[in-house]
Each structure stands twice: as C-alpha cells, then as structure tokens.
C-alpha cells in the first residue's frame, strides 16, 4: 500500500513570505497528525485531526499556522508570514484509530524540510 | 505533564556488538510505549511498541519490555548489523490515547 505522501520535500523561502506544505494519508486512515521537528529533537504535535475536525490544536501557533483537512482525506499546513525560527522539518503522520485514540500505530510521511532566510 | 527521555547520543558501535538505548517516561496512569527509527531520508517507522505493564515489544532482532515499577522501556539488540544505523526514537502515548510524546532521539552508527 502507498505510504504517507508529502510535498514539497524540500522548500527554502525568505522571511515574511508564505508557504504551504501538503499531506496526503494512507487511504482508510481517519486521524490525521502534523508534526514539527527542529534539528536534533524528536516530533512536536502541531494538530491532529480526526476525519475533518481539529480535535487538537492547542500547540499550534494560531498567529501565523493554519491548517485544513477538506473532506477528511488531504491536509495542507500553511504558514504566513514565515519567520526564521520556522526553519525545521514539518511530518505528517496519520493512522487508523476506530476509537480516536492515539495509540495506535501511525505512518510518517518523509516530511518536508523548511529553511527560511 | 507527561515526558520521555532517553539516552543522549551518538552511539557507535562495531558490528555485531550488543545495542541498549536508554529509555525513561513520565506519565499518569498506564501509557502505551514505542520505539520508532527514522533512516536516513526517509520518515519515522514504528519498530516496537507495548501498551501494558511487562508487555515485550519485538522486531527485527530488537526488543523492549514495559517496566512499570522503573518506568523504562529500554531497547536492546544482541548483535547489531550495518543497516541498523539510524535515529531511535522512544515515545508515548498517554493514557486517554490523545496525546502522543516523542524523545529526542539517538543516533546510532554502526561501523563493519
């Protein structure tokens, strides 16, 4: 089956300009993760999704971070305007959670890899 | 709140050399522990995981058992090969399954 599918791979863009990264999950996966990882740290939970609704968003920076999952299915974060300190790598996961429950298994994309200057 | 915190690296070894990555959490109630490893390039996979106390998760040679009573979750291999070279992430998952804690990760280099 197809894995975790992210784009860009690679994004490098100046301050204060916007950028958009996109996930598509493994078909069948209802919950839906965006991670931030900075160089040397392990994955920070930005949001999760269940099917299309935000049931957590509490570590996303509202200011400048928004995302959507349309029809429950492809997800796209966007940042605007970007700022230094976002350089990082940004992962998406999803998984099948019949209960919404975290602790099942979830499938990272390769992630996109983010350098603002 | 809850945390996991594992053994800081670069850990190098030998080929066929004995592997242990440390592994501690902090967590209410009973969590489910993981162990993902991110290869060069490419995104984090699950390689082991346990969701009760002195549960053993297993795979590819590697294993890890759920201690409770020293809240660790350490992995171990007995005879590492190149291709085990990778980042070693340890994680959580707290025990309402809604939140999700990764360590800091290790990296680990295997030399022939």
């Known amino acids: 089956e197809a894995g975790v599918v992210q784009s860009p791979r690679y994004k490098i863009i100046e301050k204060k300009q916007p950028v958009a990264f996109w996930c598509n999950p493994i078909?069948?996966?209802?919950?839906l993760y965006w991670y931030l990882q900075n160089l040397g740290q392990g994955p920070e939970l930005l949001i999760r999704?269940?099917?299309?609704?935000?049931?957590?968003d509490s570590q996303l920076p509202k200011d400048r971070f928004s995302a959507e999952r349309l029809k429950g299915v492809d997800s796209t974060l966007k940042i605007q305007p970007a700022e230094l300190g976002d350089s990082a790598v940004y992962l998406c996961a999803s998984s099948f959670t019949p209960g919404g429950q975290a602790s099942y298994e979830q499938y990272f994309g390769p992630g996109t890899r983010l350098t603002v200057t | 709140g809850d945390s996991v915190t594992q053994m800081e690296g670069p850990v190098t070894l030998s080929e066929e050399a004995f592997l242990t990555i440390n592994c501690t959490y902090t967590a209410t109630g009973y969590p489910s522990l993981f162990w993902y490893v991110q290869y060069p390039g490419e995104g984090l996979q699950l390689l082991l995981k346990a969701t009760k106390a002195d549960d053993k998760g297993s795979n590819k040679g590697f294993e890890a058992t759920y201690r409770k009573e020293t809240t660790s979750f350490h992995l171990e291999k007995g005879s590492v090969q190149v291709s085990d070279s990778a980042v070693y992430f340890c994680?959580?998952?707290?025990?309402?399954?809604?939140?999700?804690?990764f360590g800091t990760g290790t990296s680990l280099t295997v030399i022939p």
């Open positions: 078909s069948g996966h209802n919950t």
């Open positions: 999704y269940e099917n299309e609704e935000a049931v957590d």
């Open positions: 994680a959580l998952s707290d025990y309402t399954g809604n939140q999700f804690y």
